[in-house]
């Protein structure tokens, strides 16, 4: 059985850090790219980062580059997502999902169809 479970979310007030973990099981995680994505109420989701396993490239949003770093423990089988100055906009429930690399991490989140999503895990950021 396939499984995607995220954990780390939380309360945390403006420009601080939190760590999401999506832990992966039920498939050979290095033929798959993870993707996070989030969705705040009355917004539509957004593709917020991902890690291709096939060159190993990374995506970021541009509402997160430079604050959002994505990384992969294979020997794990879990994706982290470290979230650092955290902003109020960033409150959000947060889900990772897997799919079939499209080559690079930004063809993929352009062009995937990620077949495989977790619970979600909800962030909130305070003022």
């Known amino acids: 059985e396939v499984q995607l479970v995220e954990s780390g979310g939380g309360l945390v007030q403006a420009g601080g850090s939190l760590r999401l973990s999506c832990a992966a099981s039920?498939?050979?995680?290095?033929?798959?790219?993870i993707g996070w994505f989030r969705q705040a109420p009355g917004k539509e989701r957004e593709g917020v980062s991902c890690?291709?396993?096939?060159?190993?490239?990374?995506y970021y949003a541009d509402s997160v580059k430079g604050r959002f770093t994505i990384s992969s423990d294979n020997a794990k089988n879990t994706v982290y997502l470290q979230m650092n100055s955290l902003k109020p906009e960033d409150t959000a429930v947060y889900y990772c999902a897997a799919s079939r690399p499209f080559g690079t991490a930004v063809a993929t989140m352009m062009f995937a169809t990620f077949d495989y999503w977790g619970q979600g895990t909800q962030v909130t950021v305070s003022s």
């Open positions: 890690i291709s396993s096939s060159d190993g490239s990374t």
């Open positions: 039920g498939f050979t995680f290095d033929d798959y790219a």
